[in-house]
């Protein structure tokens, strides 16, 4: 296989060739760094009957917390790009970073940690080190998520966006059927522990056939606030604006919702890549915003007052 990203200028990848490759090449990079790295979601989730199969926009690899900046910069060297972050992605999506390249169509999320697991990101990253599983791609062996630890990320990925995204709703559907032997739900139960996802679980484990409670740590976890905020909240625009808040000192507060109501040039072409960019392109897009705004406030307000006092169910 390639041993850098490059590519020819005239060879177009289809996106299911670029991820394949794609996957590939940053597992490469990561051994040769000696890095450990795991490619979570993908092809990996369908042949271990998960989902059905399909073609991502995106190749996914978490990495062992410590060498995340490395395995970064590793890549940036290697001629891909940080995808450009508006102002309150870059106060509230803090587990990873995207990077781009000309030439493909696929991008690479690479995380320090997966959302939902309120365990030590470290003590998260061995649990599932030790559920990594072999999967060949490009003809090179690498490293991906289990069946066990599969189910987990995937429950954890489709309720995050399953009240705004029908596919995240029918996937979550689809791992709900899904037929777990004995052996397979008391894993479940033991690593859901373990990593600290049985709280943020809660409505998904359960119709697995899985019943363990969560720890006394899980539950104390500011964290599980957030989670269960965001998960009723649908992950709207509006909820990341009062995430930054709430997590922002006083004197930020003000410059935050300034730029809520008025976003940057920079803002608005980063987040609507299709915004015509001029003086009335962007007033019609700040106020397309407002309607946005207006629509998912609600919803985002009446999360953080649900879950505004108590962690715990």
């Not at 954890?156 to 032997?181: M, N, V, W």
């Not at 007033?283 to 207006?294: D, E, P, Y």
């Amino acid at each position: 296989m390639p041993t850098d990203a490059s590519t020819d200028a005239t060879v177009l990848l289809r996106l299911d060739e670029a991820d394949e490759l794609a996957a590939a090449w940053v597992t490469a990079l990561a051994e040769r760094r000696g890095i450990r790295a795991l490619l979570i979601k993908g092809p990996a989730l369908h042949l271990h009957g998960l989902r059905e199969e399909r073609v991502s926009a995106d190749v996914d690899v978490l990495v062992e917390p410590a060498r995340f900046d490395e395995l970064c910069e590793a890549i940036a060297e290697s001629g891909w790009t940080k995808r450009p972050s508006g102002f309150v992605g870059e106060l509230t999506t803090l587990h990873s970073d995207t990077y781009l390249r000309d030439g493909w169509p696929c991008d690479l999320d690479v995380h320090s940690f997966f959302p939902g697991f309120l365990a030590d990101p470290a003590d998260v990253f061995e649990a599932l080190w030790r559920h990594r599983w072999a999967l060949p791609l490009a003809h090179h062996d690498c490293l991906a998520l289990d069946r066990i630890a599969g189910a987990l990320v995937l429950g954890l990925h489709s309720l995050r966006g399953a009240t705004i995204q029908p596919r995240h709703l029918d996937e979550l559907e689809q791992l709900l059927r899904t037929p777990f032997t004995d052996a397979e739900r008391a894993d479940l139960g033991s690593l859901a522990r373990e990593t600290g996802c049985v709280a943020t679980l809660e409505t998904v484990l359960p119709r697995l056939g899985v019943f363990v409670e969560p720890s006394a740590v899980e539950l104390a976890s500011p964290d599980l606030r957030d989670w269960r905020e965001r998960v009723s909240a649908g992950s709207h625009g509006t909820y990341f604006w009062l995430l930054a808040l709430r997590k922002s000192p006083w004197r930020a507060r003000p410059r935050i919702l300034w730029r809520a109501v008025w976003p940057t040039r920079r803002d608005l072409l980063v987040a609507r890549p299709e915004t015509v960019d001029t003086f009335r392109g962007r007033t019609r897009a700040r106020l397309a915003r407002w309607g946005r705004g207006i629509r998912s406030g609600p919803a985002g307000a009446r999360a953080v007052w649900t879950h505004r006092r108590r962690v715990s169910p």
